[in-house]
T-cell receptor, first 114, second 114 residues
Framework: DVKVTQSSRYLVKRTGEKVFLECVQD?????MFWYRQDPGLGLRLIYF???????EKGDIPEGYSVSREKKERFSLILESASTNQTSMYLC?????????????FGPGTRLTVL | SQKIEQNSEALNIQEGKTATLTCNYT??????LQWYRQDPGRGPVFLLL?????KEKRKERLKVTFDTTLKQSLFHITASQPADSATYLC?????????????FGTGTRLLVSP
C-alpha cells in the first residue's frame, strides 16, 4: 500500500516563526502536492512538484516555499508564520505516466499559529 | 469566474436508501473528474474517476455520472450504510499544462442513520 506520512499531526507555532512541514511517500511517486484545507474553502493547492528539485506554484503560494531534495520527500516552509496560515495542511503524491492517476494523501497536519 | 459547487449542507439519509451527491462546475472543461472520501481528521481517499467521454462509472455500491453539457457530476451510494457517513469531495482536472492539477470542491457531508 502507498503510504504518505507527515511529520506532525498537530503543531502550534508563534507568529513570525519559520515552520517546516515534512512529507514522505514510500512508493517512488514523482508527483507530490501540498494543499491547505479550510472550512468553506475546500482544498487549495499551494505548491506541487513533478521531479526532484522541481517545483511549481499552485493557486495560493504566497507566504510559502517548498523544497524537494529527494524524490520521496517534499517539504513545505512557512518563512514567517502568520495567524492566517492556521489551517489543516495535506500532502499528497501520485504516480507518473497518466495525468488522471489518483492522489494519495497523508493524514494532515493541523497547524495553529498564535 | 471558475467555480466548483458541492452542496455545503449535510445530506441526511436513512440506512438502505440511495444517497445522491452533486458536483457542479462552471468555466472549466475537465478531461476527467475524481471523487474522494474524507473522514474527520484524515486525508481524502480516492474512490472513483470518470473521464469526459464516459457517461457513467460503477464500483460496487458506488456510481458516478458525468454530464459535460450540464457541467455536472452525480455521485450515488446505493444501499447506504452508517459506515458511509463521511465528507465526499469532487475534484476536477485542470492540468492543461500536461501535468496533473486538480481543483477540489468544498465537499458534502453525508450522514447515514441506522
Amino acid at each position: 500500500d502507498v503510504k504518505v506520512t507527515q511529520s506532525s499531526r498537530y503543531l502550534v507555532k508563534r507568529t513570525g516563526e519559520k515552520v517546516f512541514l515534512e512529507c514522505v511517500q514510500d512508493m517512488d511517486h514523482e508527483n507530490m502536492f501540498w494543499y491547505r484545507q479550510d472550512p468553506g474553502l475546500g482544498l487549495r493547492l499551494i505548491y506541487f512538484s513533478y521531479d526532484v528539485k522541481m517545483k511549481e506554484k499552485g493557486d495560493i503560494p504566497e507566504g510559502y516555499s517548498v523544497s524537494r531534495e529527494k524524490k520521496e520527500r517534499f517539504s513545505l516552509i512557512l518563512e514567517s508564520a502568520s495567524t492566517n496560515q492556521t489551517s489543516m495542511y495535506l500532502c499528497a503524491s501520485s504516480p507518473p505516466g497518466r495525468n488522471d492517476n489518483e492522489q494519495f494523501f497523508g493524514p494532515g497536519t493541523r497547524l495553529t499559529v498564535l | 469566474s471558475q467555480k466548483i459547487e458541492q452542496n455545503s449542507e449535510a445530506l441526511n439519509i436513512q440506512e438502505g436508501k440511495t444517497a445522491t451527491l452533486t458536483c457542479n462546475y462552471t468555466n472549466y472543461s475537465p478531461a476527467y473528474l475524481q471523487w474522494y472520501r474524507q473522514d474527520p481528521g484524515r486525508g481524502p481517499v480516492f474512490l472513483l474517476l470518470i473521464r469526459e467521454n464516459e457517461k457513467e462509472k460503477r464500483k460496487e455500491r458506488l456510481k458516478v455520472t458525468f454530464d459535460t453539457t450540464l457541467k455536472q457530476s452525480l455521485f450515488h451510494i446505493t444501499a447506504s450504510q452508517p459506515a458511509d457517513s463521511a465528507t465526499y469531495l469532487c475534484a476536477l482536472d485542470i492540468g492543461n499544462t500536461g501535468f496533473q492539477k486538480l481543483v477540489f470542491g468544498t465537499g458534502t457531508r453525508l450522514l447515514v442513520s441506522p
